[in-house]
């Protein structure tokens, strides 16, 4: 086994998944150990993305309300962030197209895996089944991507 292969794909994946199967032919890596790297990688930043996520959001949370005191402070009027982003549009759009399952699946896959794990884990993080259509999307996706990238081109 390709270990330094192994360990570029995995810290790839937990940045970004999509990608991340990519350069498993060229390190000389089989179908299986890309494969089994890209969701090691991702499924390992989802773990920790996922149930961090209410430590993360309250800190930046907290960090927003902090500059925002300090500029009012020094009598400087803080820009208003626009709510309706393109982005929330497409999380919303698919939410209320696909459901949980969608959003467990596509979020971590389009976006990034820290990013889609925090959405999923707003959106859903009551539910029990959560985490593991999380970690079943992350491991259908990762087998897809190698698919395409080894049999394909």
Do not use: H
């Amino acid at each position: 086994m390709n270990w330094t292969g192994f360990w570029s794909i995995f810290f790839l994946a937990t940045v970004k998944f999509s990608v991340s199967t990519v350069p498993g032919p060229r390190l000389g890596m089989t179908f299986f150990e890309t494969a089994l790297a890209s969701f090691a990688g991702g499924a390992s930043c989802a773990l920790v993305c996922y149930f961090a996520s209410d430590a993360i959001l309250m800190y930046f949370k907290k960090r927003a309300q902090k500059k925002q005191a300090l500029l009012e402070s020094q009598g400087i009027q803080p820009k208003v962030k626009r709510k309706f982003t393109r982005m929330n549009k497409m999380v919303i759009r698919v939410k209320m197209k696909f459901g949980q399952i969608g959003i467990c699946f596509f979020a971590p896959f389009f976006l990034s895996v820290p990013i889609g794990s925090m959405v999923v884990a707003k959106f859903y993080g009551k539910r029990w089944e959560t985490f593991p259509l999380i970690v079943l999307g992350l491991a259908v996706n990762a087998s897809l991507t190698s698919i395409i990238v080894y049999f394909v081109f």
